[in-house]
């Protein structure tokens, strides 16, 4: 047992609990720091499953013409290049030669309207119309409901920091059927939430920003998307698509990852408790009766495992990591020749407000959204269920669930075809939810932490993996920070 004045001028322990990507990326920062800091690290990261990189997950499927392979995402396809700190780590770690944008020429979005796929207005962004021309000749939003929305310039801005949720402010400045019909699919869709419980604050405080600083969201956006466009002639940035995977899956980040990091990297590894003793040092406990000692550790899993761990020693963090809701979520692919697609979508996929009464949520066609997703001549779907807007479906059995899913792809889209193969994956409380007044649960948990021990990951900060690579950069920086302070 080490007292601190010895630790100090010893090597930092850390221990990180979670192997997805928030705990991976908080190793790999962690070492970057400490080299040029010339501080010596020993870092060990530690997952209960026997995989790393927790959602983040891709199969390869064979063809049957023994071409390329299909490439069948269990988790995140993709990540947003708008957020860059998904992107610097792809090339930190040398995958720039295998980066691969989307097929933007496609990237039309359809909504399902009464039951019929009808193409998302060009311009439409999020949910704010850009460009009038599109908007009013599209036939999802009716016409008293496009009066509504061309009345957004007049509604008076809210100049308060108070949250609200996301209905209550489409609602509010754009009126109903843009909430049903473009912003609950699209917007609440992203986080797998439930409009009339998610915060605004926490989740697209942009939207806030931009009403407080142009009076409208319209004049805001119009404003915004000009000045990216000035940026984008300039920049070299701008030949990136708004979204980015790699040619063999999101996962190809996580090998990646793992092969570079020099941390002690342990799978099969469950964590049981966690104790703090009287020498400020960490006691971390595993179910093969190994104990861990540790100057700081990070708990980059789930808010409901972190409140267990931390319950003993962190009773007013625990209460608020107790408040964050998850929700189970499921994705299944099917692949099909092309010659047996009647009619394929011209786009990236379809999305399904929740007042069409679906028991699916939204239909990705991979093999438009990307190249290198399925052979020539074959086509990959994806089908989203379960989250808030279909729970039951997470207790289906999978014989139960694809028939479903296939009696629901020929009455949307006509495929009758049996599939050539498909992929059922479910993520059983997997999805944090941002409900109103998250920000500020968020905040007391970091303020109720014990010095040494951090947080990070999708339950707090952002869910999307930019979002989570970058709170690990964070977590890192910070605990590299206090062991300056503590060396000087």
């Known amino acids: 047992m080490f007292d601190m004045t010895t630790v100090t001028q010893e090597k930092l322990r850390v221990v990180v609990i979670g192997g997805g990507i928030s705990g991976l990326s908080t190793a790999w920062y962690l070492e970057k720091l400490a080299n040029t800091q010339d501080i010596s690290l020993e870092c060990v990261v530690l997952e209960q499953s026997e995989r790393w990189g927790g959602k983040i997950c891709t199969e390869l499927v064979d063809s049957p013409s023994n071409n390329n392979p299909f490439v069948v995402e269990a988790g995140p396809d993709s990540f947003l290049t708008q957020k860059p700190w998904a992107l610097q780590l792809a090339r930190e770690i040398g995958l720039d030669d295998q980066l691969l944008g989307t097929n933007d020429k496609k990237r039309n979005i359809y909504v399902l309207n009464k039951g019929k796929p009808t193409i998302l207005p060009e311009g439409v962004l999020l949910v704010v119309p850009t460009k009038f021309m599109p908007f009013v000749k599209s036939s999802l939003i009716s016409p008293l409901g496009k009066l509504r929305m061309g009345l957004e310039s007049f509604i008076p801005p809210k100049m308060d920091d108070e949250d609200e949720t996301l209905a209550d402010f489409i609602r509010r400045r754009l009126g109903n059927e843009a909430l049903d019909k473009i912003a609950e699919p699209l917007m609440s869709g992203i986080y797998n939430a439930q409009a009339d419980k998610q915060s605004i604050m926490a989740t697209f405080p942009r939207f806030r920003d931009l009403e407080k600083t142009y009076g409208s969201l319209t004049r805001g956006m119009i404003a915004s998307r000009r000045k990216s466009a000035r940026h984008s002639t300039a920049s070299a940035s701008s030949k990136l698509s708004a979204f980015m995977s790699f040619q063999g899956g999101t996962e190809e980040l996580i090998h990646a990852l793992v092969s570079e990091l020099q941390s002690n990297l342990k799978t099969g590894a469950q964590v049981t408790s966690i104790q703090k003793d009287t020498n400020n040092m960490y006691q971390v406990y595993l179910g093969d009766s190994t104990t861990l000692e540790a100057d700081m550790v990070v708990l980059a899993t789930p ?186």
């Open 303 to 488: 808010a409901f495992v972190t409140a267990n761990l931390v319950e003993s020693f962190a009773p007013s963090a625990t209460d608020y990591l107790k408040q964050i809701r998850y929700v189970s979520t499921g994705t299944l692919s099917l692949a099909y020749r092309t010659s047996d697609i009647p009619q394929v979508l011209d786009g990236f996929g379809l999305v399904i407000p929740s007042n069409e009464n679906r028991p699916i949520n939204a239909i990705t066609i991979s093999s438009t959204k990307f190249n290198n997703r399925a052979p020539d001549d074959y086509m990959l779907l994806r089908v989203f269920f379960g989250g808030s807007r279909s729970p039951k479906s997470m207790e289906w059995d999978d014989n139960d669930l694809l028939q479903v899913v296939r009696d629901e792809l020929c009455t949307i889209l006509g495929i009758d075809a049996e599939p050539l193969f498909h992929r059922i994956y479910r993520w059983w409380n997997a999805n944090p939810q941002y409900d109103i007044g998250h920000l500020e649960r968020v905040n007391e948990i970091e303020k109720s932490l014990p010095d040494g021990l951090y947080v990070t990951g999708s339950p707090y900060h952002g869910v999307g993996i930019p979002d989570c690579v970058h709170q690990a950069q964070q977590t890192a920086e910070q605990i590299i920070s206090t062991r300056i302070k503590q060396r000087n």
